[in-house]
């Protein structure tokens, strides 16, 4: 105690000494609170703080004795300027810092339909808290890179994608008012529990993909829902059946896919090939992608993929499988498409309200063999959904680390690998 | 020749003895003419016709002299049942076989807007013709994967992709009437005169970006139109400076992108960084994302890039030089888009349209790190168009061989490598 | 007939032109013979010489009349120069081109020890045949990148490494005289019997696995070996299980591996870890490379891994296994490896020597997770034995691919997916 | 202050009661010395602790005031076992943890050459310390997973391979008496200011290498020595001109390579390919992996590449200019090699030893597009040398980061293409 007294002494001399020969000192006092010792980011304020260019006072710290009992610490930040100090306090501010004295958050009006004001608050997609009225409120469906929307009469908050705005809403605008919660660090002792910044295919796969079916398990049982993700990879490679029966096995409740996947599961019912492949032979069919595009036709023809189930032309695989077990598919449409089929969503800023929309509930994410579809879901979860990325290209889990999904799991194997691994592990017998 | 004679005298006898023991032998005559040697079709059909279980005669070949001369061959096709005959010229047509004696193409009617009948004639992105009324007819638009829509009445056809069709129109069902033009091997000795099928990091990339150069600034100067559809690493490696200047200097026509290189091109001149990256410092900027964001509001607010050219805000940079250039361009969304800008088309089938619709005229297409880009380009791109895949991953120009493009060149380095190479081989000094 | 007749007069007629315009032309006869059609060896030949800038006649063509029955065709090449002639007689002679009414083959003594003559034969990894005295004979021990030892008073050729030979040993110059058979396509229809070139992860990997397995139980019961290289990723990814059962199953019988797979191996025996992940959580053990080098340090006290077992110290895992099943075990040592333990043959031209003389009677070689073995292993290879190369990096295969071991087999996927998937195909039950 | 005073003692408080409740704790005092705020070490510690089970009082703590002005904390650590109590100080001990009190390292004889003691300490890459006699030494040549030799008499202390432990020197066991220094954090605001744990290909490179290139600049004028470690990918891709241009204009001192790597830089002064690619017009030559061995075949019978140089028969390129300029090379064979040169290495621990021996005054080192050398040469550096990765393939520079070389700059790029743009950087001109 009394190292850290003489400590902070001496560091308030040497500030007073620089602030007296370079001139007025810029400060503010920000607080942190919650698990900053055990997730690191009292060590990342304070190291922000130094690496651009300030300088600090740790003026009061109070560290839980347990895991669970959360900390805090007052920290006076000092800089040379007001553009640093604000520079710093922009920074500091997605690791949970809170400005001491704090006043409620600025609102202003989006100027005009989709548009928000010029300095609108980016959310993060940790849990966020507005000061409004003098009183903390959660920000409601919080999501990365969207506006905030408040309602301060009703005391109501809530994330905001840019082109869903009308004219006149009140929008979060600075950074004054807004605090963020860092994410505890789960208290299970599984995969989830650690953050890897590494992805690496030299990882054991199987004690990973145990701690999923686990939770998979756990969430089916308890009412939680599990969203699947994935790119047609999972046909052409062989994770069809293992998908099918994990779906017919009340595992998947969302699933997020493109026209392809749709249309290469349902021509392998069809005519048994994938893309060209026959499956049960994994070789080329001459000019086989014909049975894809004939198979879109057909579903075409029918009206959608609900009807191709219900009419019985369809009666096996994933697609049969959601339509029966209820499963809340959100197919997106791109430009690689052939057809489409009709179930497709073709509008981009449709599709992704829609898969929006399909979140709630959502206690475990798993996003396989598409890129496109990782980082969209990606995007648009919570930090608290734990995620899992499988990709046999490293660069796709690197990715969605990349983009602020700090607390996924990044697994590099085929996508059938995994889907088979994973079912067996939940009772599958191939 | 006696030689050919004897050989082929030998096979008859045998064929027929073959007959003569297990029954009736089924058999059809084709046609095969062009450059059936020189770029292994012959060899490539027969080859075919064993695999799939079907034995040969020989009976008609003429070997053109030169390089240009075209050869042609006569082949009588014997199979053990109907079917097997049926896939074994199935599976030949693609090579540019055609039925002897063969009568028009059969045409049935839509039986829906947006179906084609259950038995149409997929299509190649080789150059294709139509028997109708006795008469050999250009497929007009020729692209992968579509069906041919037929007026029989005015001798016209051309590819139609399955969402456009309208009920009643003529579409081509089976095979017969229809004869595909293998590709003739480019006379230039350059790289795209040259079918490889491996892809590889170790290859030397400083000759292949010759050629490719020298093709540019033929079609520069011939009034021809080089395609770029790239993606966001573009601006996040550094290589927005080397394709401004192409853009600039006239060696870029049309436009391929997504809502984020375009977003990330604007936010490098409003800002500095791309999607958190100071762009000359090379490290994270805390919380950069943001400026994406901002940028995306500040475009939307002004109504799209070319206001925000025209207006002044945005002076520099890739979108800047196309609204100076009138580059073609089109942007098409994904459901992983912030905003999206204005310019963006949201709607896939819109986006694949016009991009079909900005291709007439392209005689070059570099498809630069952008998965779904290169995918989607490829399948709309006829085979005619020598095209460049560039990408950090192996996997993608693999993709797009596998997909039927087998004429793309690929190149296994970075986007930014390439672009800065290749402009410097144009005269860029940066 | 009639057509092929003036085809070639029409031929001859244009290539006399030539010659008479320009002066001499350079011509030879050269004979192909085999399943030339078939394998796609005529039209490949005919369009290498048209590539090189040659032109040919087709004097004489036999064309078999089954897929099993070989053809043959006689070729005049002409070119316009002496040096452009040999050239082109260099680049055909690997589809199997000899010369006709060619000589004995060129000797000429080894100038030094570990040096050939400078204008040696390098040898393809084809059956190859020499012309000695006038009769053709095997080149045994064919491999890929040697030269020819020729003993002509005993009538034998072997192909030896360049530091194998010993001064004034007789080594085949040229190319004169040299035969080089090209490989019939296996006339099984199995995964083996396509020559694919491009390797890709979008491919049912199930029904090649199920080829593999039906192979290696050929194999097994008859008497067969089977080889399998590996590297450390096995252990790391969880493939130690299953590798080792198909070892105790008596399903491989050549191990090529380096200190490393051998050391964590044992380290997940004593420790449980491998490179400081415990193979049973999935999470890293903090410090827990020490256990790797703390495994090396014991087998280095008790004298090597044979001891180990011996002694009681090492019951379990894929070393273990290779002792009790009397596995050829080569490992080669590499500037990486700590240690290493003293099995280790750490001199690499040993170790490849080593290598050399475990490949007698192997007939299916698994290369998995390891480029450095996958590609040393594939250059010993000669081309008859069929290859399988997996890895989660499509480089590796493509690589293999590169460097001419084109009937190699790519799988993308982990090291540790595929083991348990061959293992459960062969009847292991984790 | 106040604040902490009763933060701890509720700390305090409260482990109290849980032993009181439970039994028995164990306990230890350990202390933390440097930059442990800057670079996250203490909070790392704190993390660790809790994570294994363990629970902590900070009893003192000093924070220097500036970034240059170290650190202090005394933490006392309770377990609840005499085990967990060691796993927890092992754990923290490579963070620079030390114990208080300490007494002198212990130290035992090696059992036999090439053995360690049984319990002996494992180096981590950091600066290490010994307290030997009451007084704490450096170790010597601190390298990786090596052993640590004393002279207790001397005073000297230096890290040891296994291999080269002769019987009955002194080595340290255990961890009592060790100190590791945790690295302070590079002053220079550059690319190795940064620990960067995530490698990706879509990150600026430009900057990264203007920082790289100042850094070699310097080295050069202040006698400092630049390492490249390189493979054969150089040559193919197009990097020869330019690295050749580095080592004429003394910016590189060491390089560590195989046989392939020098082997292609001789064929492509010699015949103008690499491996069978003609280098100025990108395409294969047929047959063209004779001239790689031709070349090998001709230094061999001139005895190697200095003689080469010398005689005058190889002028250009990479390996001429080593020998111009008196490079250090170190070749190391593989299993891969075809002949090899004379003057490659063939033992790999005699080639680990030649490599070890070059380090020395290397300021800086460049890793380039060989898995092999880099990973086998971020084994040997100590971690206070930068560390630049470059690979196409991201899975390197990922690896390396796995094995602790955590200071590693990762770039995902092909090699040609930063030797490229690195020379020029530094003023070539092509």
């Not at 040497?14 to 810029?26: A, L």
Request: proline letters at 6%; one cysteine or more; charged letters at 20%.
């Amino acid at each position: 105690m009394q190292g850290l007294a003489c400590g902070l002494a001496h560091r308030g001399c040497s500030i007073s000494r620089v602030g007296w020969y370079y001139g007025v000192m810029y400060r503010e006092t920000i607080l942190l609170e919650g698990h900053i010792i055990d997730s690191l980011i009292l060590a990342k304020v304070l190291d922000t703080i130094l690496m651009m260019g300030g300088t600090f006072d740790l003026s009061d710290v109070r560290i839980g004795a347990t895991r669970e009992e959360p900390s805090r610490a007052k920290i006076v930040v000092r800089a040379g300027s007001a553009g640093q100090l604000a520079d710093i306090l922009k920074a500091v501010q997605p690791h949970g810092a809170t400005i001491e004295g704090e006043g409620d958050c600025a609102l202003a009006p989006a100027p005009a339909d989709g548009v928000f004001p010029d300095t609108f608050y980016a959310t993060t997609h940790l849990p966020t808290q507005l000061r409004v009225k003098g009183r903390w409120i959660d920000v409601e469906a919080i999501e990365m890179d969207l506006g905030i929307r408040v309602d301060p009469e009703q005391g109501i908050a809530g994330a905001v994608p840019m082109n869903e705005v009308r004219r006149g809403e009140l929008i979060v605008t600075g950074r004054g008012g807004v605090r963020v919660l860092p994410l505890e660090r789960p208290r299970e002792r599984d995969v989830f529990g650690f953050m890897e910044s590494q992805v690496s295919a030299e990882r054991p796969h199987g004690p990973i993909i145990v701690d999923i079916a686990r939770r998979m398990r756990e969430l089916r049982d308890g009412g939680g829902k599990v969203l699947l993700a994935g790119g047609p990879a999972i046909i052409h490679a062989g994770g069809r059946e293992p998908l099918t029966w994990l779906i017919d096995s009340g595992y998947i409740h969302v699933l997020f896919c493109g026209n392809a996947l749709a249309a290469h599961d349902i021509e392998a019912h069809l005519f048994g090939t994938s893309l060209g492949y026959r499956l049960s032979a994994g070789r080329p069919v001459p000019h086989g992608h014909e049975h894809h595009l004939r198979t879109i036709n057909r579903i075409r023809a029918l009206g959608g993929i609900r009807q191709a189930v219900e009419s019985g032309l369809v009666t096996d695989g994933i697609m049969a499988a959601c339509v029966r077990r209820g499963v809340h598919v959100v197919m997106a449409g791109t430009i690689r498409d052939d057809g489409p089929l009709p179930d497709t969503i073709t509008d981009s800023v449709q599709a992704q309200a829609a898969m929006r929309s399909a979140l709630p509930g959502v206690g475990l994410a798993l996003l396989v063999a598409s890129t496109l579809h990782a980082v969209a879901t990606g995007n648009l979860l919570p930090a608290t959904v734990p995620t899992v990325c499988v990709d046999v290209n490293p660069a796709v889990p690197t990715k969605l680390a990349d983009r602020g999904s700090f607390q996924a799991v990044g697994l590099v194997m085929d996508a059938a690998s995994f889907l088979r691994e994973l079912a067996r592990e939940l009772g599958w017998k191939p």
